[in-house]
């Protein structure tokens, strides 16, 4: 048998080198069997390409944002709001592993469009990238920021006064080199290695999100396999929990050391402190109340249980 596995990143980046080691653990597990084709970013399209591709089975898992599904699955918007899972990749990371909101609700709601996530996982805090050096929620003013397709990311920059475009991140450099959009947000590690830094003046540590990445398999697909094989895919996933944790960390923590010795490019690096935050909180807050009350097709009951169980892990 032979599975595809697309991501949305290129060799070396979190998603890619994930679904490598998943590779290499199924042909270890299953003594060649069964092999694993990992795909680079690009090979079979952009990141919406590519969830279309899972959803029609033209490939059996996606390492998939679920920032580009915003429109077809609005309650996976959640994960675009600001200020709501914990700071600490950690403690975000314990929340993905164990709520049954995410796991249980949320996934029954990506499997109306024929998308199983097995499992979410962070790919490290998000920091956001300018040339003006965004201290402040006013910064925000009159830059055009780039956003996945995901209306609700429209909304949270609206709220600070800036406009959106959405454009796949291969398409970033350049928009970002050429002036068309002024900023972006990403882990530092995906900063660093798409050089986005070479185009940014500023980087800002501003911890308003985890950026949050899903294993998914085509639902049709994986309902109609023998239970040994669910339970193969399933325990290998549950195992790279915490080995994708210790990569993301690893990637993150070398990405930031290098943009700070990236002496040709020199990007200033701001690190908010907690007033600052507490100020673009002040503005964030209110997108948590409209997305429960006010965007269509989400289900308010699995906001309010996964805002339950971040408060039991956070201890607020
Ligand atoms: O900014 C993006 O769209 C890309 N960022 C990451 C961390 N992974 C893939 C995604 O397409």
Redesign the pocket.
């Known amino acids: 048998q032979e599975w595809e596995f697309v991501?949305?990143?290129l060799k070396g980046?979190?998603?890619y080198e994930y679904a490598a080691e998943f590779a290499d653990r199924i042909k270890e597990k299953t003594n060649g069997k069964i092999t694993v084709t990992p795909y680079e970013?690009g090979a079979l399209g952009s990141?919406v390409d590519q969830a279309q591709l899972l959803q029609d089975g033209g490939v059996q898992m996606a390492v998939m944002?679920p920032?580009?599904t915003g429109g077809q699955v609005p309650d996976g918007q959640i994960f675009s709001l600001h200020y709501f899972f914990p700071a600490d990749p950690k403690l975000t990371q314990e929340v993905l592993n164990t709520s049954e909101a995410l796991n249980k609700d949320l996934r029954a709601k990506y499997e109306e469009h024929s998308i199983s996530p097995l499992a979410f996982w962070s790919?490290g805090s998000m920091a956001w990238t300018s040339n003006v050096g965004i201290e402040k929620p006013s910064d925000w003013e009159g830059l055009n920021m780039?956003v996945?397709e995901s209306p609700l990311m429209k909304k949270t920059y609206d709220a600070y006064g800036a406009s959106v475009q959405s454009?796949?991140?291969g398409e970033?450099y350049t928009a970002l080199d050429r002036e068309t959009v002024d900023a972006?947000?990403?882990?530092v590690?995906?900063i660093e290695s798409?050089s986005f830094h070479e185009v940014q003046d500023t980087l800002t540590i501003s911890r308003h999100n985890n950026?949050i990445?899903m294993t998914t398999v085509n639902t049709e697909w994986y309902n109609g396999l023998g239970d040994a094989e669910k339970q193969l895919i399933d325990e290998t996933v549950e195992e790279m929990q915490s080995w994708v944790f210790e990569e993301q960390k690893k990637q993150n923590d070398a990405g930031l050391e290098a943009i700070k010795n990236d002496s040709e490019y020199d990007t200033k690096i701001i690190e908010l402190t907690d007033e600052q935050i507490a100020e673009f909180k002040k503005v964030a807050e209110p997108v948590h109340e409209y997305y429960k009350n006010e965007v269509e097709g989400i289900d308010p009951a699995i906001y309010d249980k996964l805002k339950k169980e971040i408060e039991e892990v956070s201890g607020e």
């Open positions: 991501t949305e990143e980046q979190v998603q970013y990141e944002s920032g580009f790919e780039r996945q454009l796949s991140w970033l972006q947000e990403n882990p590690f995906f798409a950026y990445a």
